[in-house]
């Protein structure tokens, strides 16, 4: 029996291998389809199934791109409904996998169709679940995605009580809990940057499996959740309806493209320039108009969380080399739109006589003393629990999820100073807020992290949030238009 994790720590996922006697599952695959095949050539497997626990919302999975190249079967748990070939399985239906059984669990809460399978080994004892985003290590999944008309965040909190409860929580202490995420994902509120644990120790040290009655399990799990991003419901979409060949979206994507024909497509397609290099080298010079997320950071999310529309055209300026795994990473969470990179990024562009642009940025110690000498218009971009947590005295929240809420308030004639924890969402909302005409922008390097380590005066206690009461996608508007 083999079992390995594969985890993603930028969408904070975890894809699943299981092998015995020549045959393989994986589970809850990402949009890239390589890694599974390699690891079945490697353990000299055929994939026999693919397992989805639900219709996930933060990642377009790669269950149809797979199931073309191996001819595996793609299952679901009740209530699933697809556009492709799939099998829905039924409450406690058994698959075999060599010598190893998985037996389907519907846990009905996170989402009406989410299902825990259970792996029992060649003895029949159960060893361990995949979860899914039914039980976290540390929490369990939100239950707000799959409101519908005649169901409330409520109901699906009250199903939740009752999968846990009546079917995980009966469970041997000793089976082992694989979930779908882990810290960082906003599947959940409380995750434990542990990736897996034992069922027993979770039962002891996970508040939802504690003692909580049913009541106070729903006003718990429905309390204090941020809106989901904006392209969670079209991801969910696309796990139902499929989409388009991973290597047709890879090739389009990885074009190297001329400084005359980015200004062409520029003109012709209203693309936007994604520039994904490190925040510093994006403050010293830049393409104008460009918007800088970082590869080496939450890419994925903060793509899916800022621009809207999962058809908008992108050309992209990488580090050298990363072309291809900016594409790859795009198309994790439905940006299949990448049509070409600048080749030779900033620096072909200026070759050919364009203008660059740049953002001030400056140490925390140089904006510890401007501070002292009066006050500044500073932009906290962290999100509400960090804020919450410490702040800059005087300072209000303004966080980067809910930009658009409120970069209209803010004046184009003021300089405004933006920090968030470490540098690498100021940076996003620097470039943001320079797109759309704000010019006097002062980035704080290394954000409240160095900020701490100055003189600069913070509060540290919880307050209200400023957070903006109306839902994201009431709020939304295109950054792009």
């Known amino acids: 029996m083999l079992i390995e994790q594969l985890y993603t720590s930028c969408l904070a996922q975890g894809a699943y291998f299981i092998q015995s006697e020549?045959?393989?599952?994986?589970?809850?695959?990402?949009r890239e389809y390589r890694p599974y095949l390699e690891l079945a050539s490697k353990n000299n497997a055929t994939i026999k199934y693919i397992f989805e626990t639900h219709f996930h919302a933060d990642f377009v999975s790669g269950h149809v791109d797979l199931a073309k190249k191996t001819g595996?079967?793609?299952?679901?748990?009740?209530?699933?409904?697809?556009?492709?070939?799939?099998?829905?399985?039924?409450d406690n239906q058994e698959?075999?996998?060599?010598?190893?059984t998985i037996r389907v669990i519907h846990t009905p809460g996170h989402t009406l169709e989410s299902t825990t399978y259970l792996l029992l080994d060649e003895h029949q004892k159960p060893h361990c679940i995949f979860s899914g985003d039914t039980l976290f290590i540390g929490d369990v999944g939100r239950p707000d995605l799959a409101i519908k008309s005649d169901l409330t965040q409520e109901d699906l909190a009250g199903m939740l009580y009752d999968s846990l409860h009546n079917k995980i929580m009966k469970l041997p202490?000793?089976?082992?809990?694989?979930?779908a995420h882990g810290a960082g994902s906003a599947c959940g509120k409380n995750m434990s940057k542990e990736t897996f644990d034992l069922l027993g120790n979770q039962k002891k040290t996970n508040y939802a499996?504690?003692?909580?009655?049913?009541?106070?399990?729903i006003k718990e799990l429905t309390t204090g959740i941020l809106p989901a991003p904006q392209y969670f419901a079209k991801n969910a979409h696309l796990n139902k309806a499929g989409y388009d060949n991973y290597d047709s979206v890879a090739q389009k994507g990885t074009k190297a493209l001329n400084i005359?024909?980015?200004n062409h497509l520029l003109d012709t397609t209203k693309a936007i320039i994604l520039d994904v290099r490190k925040p510093q080298e994006f403050a010293q010079e830049h393409i104008p108009g460009a918007v800088f997320i970082g590869i080496d950071g939450q890419f994925a999310p903060w793509v899916g969380a800022l621009i809207t529309d999962l058809k908008q055209p992108i050309i992209l300026v990488t580090p050298s080399g990363r072309e291809e795994e900016t594409v790859m990473r795009l198309s994790r969470v439905g940006y299949d739109n990448c049509i070409g990179y600048v080749n030779g990024g900033v620096t072909a562009w200026k070759q050919e006589g364009k203008q660059t642009t740049s953002i001030?940025?400056?140490?925390?110690?140089e904006f510890s003393e401007k501070l002292k000498k009066g006050p500044l218009n500073i932009l906290d971009v962290r999100k509400p629990g960090e804020y919450e947590a410490s702040h800059l005295a005087e300072v209000t929240s303004n966080p980067l999820d809910f930009i658009t809420d409120w970069q209209n308030s803010i004046s184009k004639e003021k300089e405004y100073h933006i920090h968030c924890a470490g540098?690498?969402?100021s940076m996003i909302a620097a470039s943001l807020l320079k797109r759309n005409g704000y010019e006097k922008l002062v980035d704080v390097a290394g954000g409240y992290g160095a900020i701490q380590k100055t003189d600069a005066k913070t509060t540290e206690f919880v307050c209200p949030s400023t957070r903006p009461k109306k839902s994201w996608k009431d709020s939304f508007v295109n950054l792009f238009r």
Do not use: C, M, Q, W
């Open 22 to 30: 020549g045959e393989a599952a994986v589970i809850d695959p990402l």
């Open 72 to 90: 595996a079967e793609i299952v679901f748990g009740p209530n699933a409904h697809t556009d492709f070939k799939s099998t829905i399985a039924h």
């Open 95 to 100: 698959f075999k996998i060599g010598k190893l």
């Open 173 to 179: 202490d000793d089976v082992i809990v694989y979930p």
């Open 209 to 217: 499996l504690g003692k909580l009655s049913k009541k106070e399990f």
């Open 260 to 262: 005359a024909e980015v």
């Open 360 to 365: 001030t940025s400056i140490p925390a110690t």
């Open 423 to 425: 540098g690498y969402r």
